[in-house]
């Protein structure tokens, strides 16, 4: 065969080669080094995650914010409304008797809330107790 009939075998890339594995593109991770106390001690303090502090916080950061808006309402709503309940008539501003409905139906809530909790408690202890 001439060279003018086409590419000669040497001018041809490499083909890879499917027995051979790929390269690795990362060197091997080292292990970790022995840590020193003091490494050890800042690691368990920055990696706590949520703890029931930072919950107290949270619900005491939350629980201020709500009470600011429940003063900006009742400050805001201060027309004075006439209630009756059964033979009681009271005469209260507007966001304090809203205020104390929903007082009221959160301690009903409550209330319910309450009960299925004493209901579950029982099916779950006579579940638990032995049979005989």
């Not at 022995?34 to 107290?56: F, L, N, Y």
């Not at 949270?58 to 059964?86: E, R």
């Not at 959160?106 to 408690?121: D, K, T």
């Given at each position: ?6 590419p ?34 800042v ?24 009470l ?8 805001q ?56």
């Amino acid at each position: 065969m001439s060279t003018t009939d086409g590419p000669n075998r040497d001018d041809l890339a490499p083909v890879d080669r499917l027995d051979e594995p790929p390269a690795a593109a990362e060197p091997p991770v080292p292990p970790n080094p022995v840590s020193s106390p003091e490494t050890e001690a800042v690691r368990r303090h920055t990696s706590m995650g949520h703890t029931k502090a930072a919950a107290t916080w949270s619900g005491l950061v939350i629980g201020v914010l709500v009470l600011i808006v429940l003063l900006v309402f009742i400050l805001q709503n201060l027309d004075s409304v006439t209630l009756n309940l059964f033979w009681w008539e009271f005469s209260v501003p507007l966001g304090i008797g809203l205020l104390l409905a929903a007082i009221a139906g959160a301690l009903v809530m409550a209330l319910a809330g309450g009960v299925r909790i004493v209901q579950i408690r029982r099916l779950a202890k006579r579940a638990t107790k032995p049979q005989g």
